[in-house]
T-cell receptor
């Protein structure tokens, strides 16, 4: 079946540090891949997505590249801010599943000033 | 356009009691989904409505959970009787279509604590 594995958290960084949150997936075919973010007290928001191999999704300084050879979609940001503190979820969607998403466990990121 | 709204935002109940969660989707969205995140684990799919019909309820954990969407507008998720392992955050999402390219819009979630 489909599954998503994220690096274990929580992650604590200082402001302006480099961020990587690892995500690998298991799925047949060619799923679309997503990163969602949940800021404190808010709902899940789509951060970025990629729909085919070698696509790069980007938003708000975050990037992730769809790597089919390593079945990965790692999230990166060159310089994090305190306002990036949130829980980040990697997810996938398969065409045969319609709009249903399969999520990873989430990674809590805390950025200290 | 109002987003997906969930009530209550928090609920604390004792084991054995009943709780009903409510979700109001974005107006015009025929598709409504329930997900939950238990104890910091992954967010798991519970079920999917298309209008008032259950399209897929394969993620419902057991018969203590009952979801309804009478009239195809808002939905309720009832847990009766609640158990300790039901604690977690319950998310609702809606989409205009159920197609692969149709984006999901999530609510803020209901945090349920069973003591």
């Amino acid at each position: 079946g489909n599954s998503v594995t994220q690096m274990e958290g929580p992650v604590t960084l200082s402001e302006e540090a480099f961020l990587t949150i690892n995500c690998t997936y298991t799925a047949t075919g060619y799923p679309s891949l997503f990163w969602y973010v949940q800021y404190p007290g808010e709902g899940l928001q789509l951060l970025l997505k990629a729909t085919k191999a070698d696509d790069k999704g980007s938003n708000k300084g975050f990037e992730a590249t769809y790597r089919k050879e390593t079945t990965s979609f790692h999230l990166e940001k060159g310089s994090v801010q305190v306002s990036d503190s949130a829980v980040y979820f990697c997810a996938l969607k398969r065409e045969t599943s319609g709009s249903r998403l399969t999520f990873g466990e989430g990674t809590q990121l805390t950025v200290n000033p | 356009e109002a987003g997906v709204t969930q009530f209550p935002s928090h609920s604390v109940i004792e084991k054995g009691q009943t709780v009903t969660l409510r979700c109001d989707p974005i107006s015009g969205h025929d598709n409504l989904y329930w997900y939950r995140r238990v104890m910091g684990k992954e967010i798991k799919f519970l079920l999917h409505f298309v209008k008032e019909s259950k399209q897929d309820e394969s993620g419902m954990p057991n018969n203590r959970f009952l979801a309804e969407r009478t009239g195809g507008t808002y939905s309720t998720l009832k847990v009766q009787p609640a158990e300790l392992e039901d604690s977690g955050v319950y998310f609702c999402a809606s989409s205009r279509k159920s197609s692969y390219n149709s984006p999901l819009h999530f609510g803020n979630g209901t945090r349920l604590t069973v003591t």
